[in-house]
Structure formats: structure tokens, C-alpha cells
């Protein structure tokens, strides 16, 4: 892994190269991680897919990288230089080790090769009959037009096929009378989530969805999906939820993953952001 040391010797900075969502430094924000400085980079012989399947069906296929036979095959993206303390939210919002596996790849940028560290597919979540949403194309697109790659790949990436959006119903609870959580009692569940305002228990999630309990385990993850939104400018806060100042798209976004989360998980109760 390449490096940057201080002069005593101190390991501070690593090197990352994102090229889906994370070419965009909004999304990139929103999964916790902060670079220090990112520049263009160009990773040849290699091919973009989108065939690692998304834990819930909604989202439909993200962003890969794979070996081409072809040395005219390239990827285009963004070398981040990031605090040290930034690989173990990478690896935990990449699911290293279960959706991905993370190596070291060589990039050319302006200033010559270096290399740096990313994350390609797992046998186990690759499905080549999965395409992307219009949500994460327009993500990715986004932050390749901020970042000026170059024309003729964000043209090649504007002209993709992407998923057709599934309509849900408006999320209604099951009937019933349901304990309320609030932040402190609902950390003291790791294997609960809130979202929207509701509590769910992921213990019995069918096997591929167990490797993302500790991501979103003993939190309120409403914040982490708004900023997930393609219509998310980075700033949103809680207050903006609890007020519903956030954009008609991410409410749609948010009402999706409560489907897919009841759907999933087992329903146990409401989440209070006004009492901590």
C-alpha cells in the first residue's frame, strides 16, 4: 500500500482510488470519509461494470472493476490521499471481505503512476445481469463532470443502461402498539437500525445481509441515506429531517429502503429524534 510519512516516520496518509460513487466527493463525504486531496486518474487495462449486486434489490447493480485482455481498456477516476483512520470506514462501507475485496492497483495521473488502494467485486456478489439506478449513474456523473474527467468518458458513462425504478406504496408500520427508541437506548442494540423514524432488528436477515449489521447496527442511518441521494448537497442535517426540509427525491429514497427494510428486517418500534 503506497504510503505518505512524516519525517519522523509517522504513517498518516494512504492512497485511494474510487471510481463509482466515489469519484464523488458528496457521496465519498457521506460515507465518513474526508480526503486531504484528489486528483485524476486513469487506470488502463481495466474495464467498469456494474455487476456487483447492491444488498437490496432497489439499488440493482454497482459500480466493479475488471482485468481486461484488452490494454486499450481503461477506467477513469479519482486518486484520494486520505487520513489513515479513512481505510476502516472505506472497508466498512465497501463490505471488505464480503462484497469486496480491496488491493493495490497502479494509476497513472498527471504527475506519473502511483499507486493505490481499491476495491473489486467478490465472486459471491457478482451478477453480470445487474445494471445501475438512475440515482447512482447520476451520482457518479455529478462527480466525473466536478472532477473534469474527460469528455468522451462521461459521455460513454451518460449513455449507460440503468435499472428501471421500482414505485413502492407509502410505508405504513404494523399495526400495534410499539416501544419508542431514541439515540442512547437504540445503541445499546447493535442489531438494531432505525430509519424514518422506525426501528428494525436485522438479526434474522437472510446470510448475504449479516455482513452489513455492524455498519448499520445501534444507529440511526436516515442522515447516511439522505446524503446517499442524488439531489444531496453534503449539508443536510438532522434538523432538516425532523423538519422535512430535505428534497422530494430523498423522501422517495428514504420511503424505498423502509419498504426494503421491512421487507428484510423485523419490525420493532419507533425512533424519537427529539429525545435523546
Given at each position: 500500500m503506497l504510503r505518505v510519512f512524516l519525517q519522523n516516520g509517522e504513517e498518516i496518509m494512504f492512497s485511494y482510488f474510487g471510481y463509482g460513487s466515489n469519484i464523488n466527493l458528496i457521496s465519498l463525504k457521506a460515507k465518513g470519509v474526508v480526503p486531504v486531496s484528489s486528483e485524476r486518474a486513469v487506470l488502463h487495462g481495466w474495464r467498469l461494470r456494474f455487476n456487483v449486486q447492491h444488498w437490496f434489490r432497489h439499488e440493482g447493480g454497482v459500480a466493479n472493476i475488471e482485468l481486461s485482455n484488452d490494454q486499450s481498456d481503461f477506467v477513469e477516476g479519482m486518486v484520494h490521499t486520505c487520513p489513515d483512520e479513512s481505510l476502516a470506514s472505506l472497508d466498512a462501507v465497501e463490505s471488505y471481505g464480503l462484497g469486496y475485496d480491496r488491493t493495490e492497483v497502479e494509476v497513472e495521473t498527471a504527475d506519473g503512476k502511483i499507486k493505490a488502494q481499491t476495491y473489486i467485486g467478490l465472486p459471491g456478489f457478482i451478477d453480470d445481469s445487474c445494471l445501475p439506478t438512475k440515482r447512482y449513474l447520476n451520482?457518479?456523473?455529478k462527480g466525473a463532470e466536478e472532477m473534469e474527467l474527460s469528455k468522451s468518458y462521461i459521455e460513454r458513462l451518460r449513455n449507460l443502461p440503468f435499472l428501471p425504478e421500482i414505485i413502492y406504496p407509502e410505508f405504513k408500520p404494523p399495526p400495534g402498539t410499539w416501544p419508542h427508541f431514541n439515540k442512547s437506548s437504540l445503541a445499546?442494540?447493535?442489531?438494531?437500525t432505525a430509519l424514518g423514524g422506525h426501528v428494525f432488528d436485522m438479526q434474522k436477515a437472510r446470510s448475504k445481509l449479516q455482513g452489513i449489521i455492524s455498519l448499520l447496527g445501534g444507529k440511526d442511518m436516515t442522515l447516511f441515506f439522505v446524503k446517499r441521494h442524488d439531489t444531496s448537497n453534503g449539508n443536510e442535517t438532522i434538523g432538516d429531517i425532523i423538519q422535512g426540509r430535505i428534497s422530494p427525491g430523498a423522501k422517495?429514497?428514504?420511503?424505498?429502503?423502509?419498504?426494503?427494510?421491512?421487507?428484510?428486517?423485523?419490525?420493532?418500534?419507533?425512533?424519537d429524534y427529539a429525545r435523546e
Open positions: 451520482i457518479i456523473l445499546s442494540h447493535p442489531a438494531y422517495k429514497y428514504i420511503n424505498a429502503y423502509l419498504n426494503e427494510f421491512a421487507r428484510e428486517y423485523q419490525y420493532v418500534g419507533k425512533f
